[in-house]
């Protein structure tokens, strides 16, 4: 087991069960890596002469949840934070995930435990708007909630059995801002009628959770589904799910970076 794990899991150990609080002193992290196989070195990315993830920090500082943090695979992105004005720390670069990442991140940040929850903003979302972020965060304020995230309702039909869209069958009454989420998938679910819902990925964690997760091994459908956030759910921790209005724009081809620039231009 490498030390971030052996760390996280001696963590775990201590804190296995929720903290039965409300979240006091959250921090928001943004992970970010060179490495891409459609857009390569997209962080740096040039958005209007500002690369792509000093846009994302701002979006992410606009929330105003709390600090924001690069959380950098490689060093010229966290030159390019700095430069910006935010706060970056390099981490390693083979991380298999961007939760673990945020977390080498934090405990070098935090190594106090100061901060309890960590909101994760994906580094590839220039355009997000700061009022998604706290409504994936706004979900820890129920103590029983390990994990928030979001969700889309799916009005394109052609989203409907796209194996790309991922939908989140959650719990809730219809029109309902939020539910519990009982499972994630590529398939078209739930069956019957209703809306389905376009999965965001997302995440507000409560530290402890975050700590938790890192440790454990995949599950059994997280390796079928390709969907990380199954081993969550399989170790029985409860996602919540706040239902928001769109879908932000990630940028993962040079067509998303074109959009991107024209949407930040207007």
């Avoid at 920090?57 to 929330?63: G, H, I, N, S, T």
Wanted: glycine share 6%; hydrophobic share 45%; aromatic share 4%.
């Amino acid at each position: 087991m490498s030390q971030m794990a052996s760390m996280a899991s001696n963590h775990a150990s201590n804190n296995s069960a929720p903290s039965n609080s409300a979240v006091v002193n959250p921090v928001v992290v943004v992970p970010a890596r060179m490495a891409s196989t459609r857009l390569p070195g997209k962080p740096l990315a040039d958005i209007h002469g500002e690369p792509m993830i000093v846009h994302v920090w701002r979006r992410a500082m606009e929330a105003g949840i709390g600090p924001v943090l690069v959380a950098c695979a490689e060093a010229e992105i966290a030159d390019a934070v700095t430069k910006a004005g935010g706060q970056a720390v390099l981490t390693k670069p083979d991380h298999p995930s961007g939760s673990d990442r945020i977390f080498e991140a934090l405990q070098t940040f935090d190594p106090e435990g100061k901060f309890d929850a960590v909101v994760n903003v994906q580094g590839d979302l220039p355009t997000i708007a700061p009022e998604t972020i706290r409504a994936a965060h706004a979900l820890l304020d129920s103590p029983e909630v390990d994990i928030g995230t979001l969700a889309v309702e799916i009005e394109d039909a052609s989203e409907r059995g796209n194996p790309n869209v991922v939908k989140a069958v959650v719990e809730r009454a219809p029109g309902a801002p939020r539910g519990r989420a009982l499972y994630f998938t590529r398939a078209t679910a739930p069956a019957g009628e209703g809306a389905l819902l376009h999965h965001i990925g997302l995440y507000a964690y409560r530290r402890e959770a975050l700590a938790r997760f890192v440790a454990l091994p995949p599950s059994y459908l997280e390796r079928q589904e390709k969907l990380e956030q199954l081993r969550a759910l399989a170790a029985g921790m409860r996602i919540d799910v706040a239902v928001v209005d769109a879908v932000p724009l990630g940028v993962d081809t040079p067509a998303d970076l074109t959009r991107a620039r024209v949407l930040l231009q207007r």
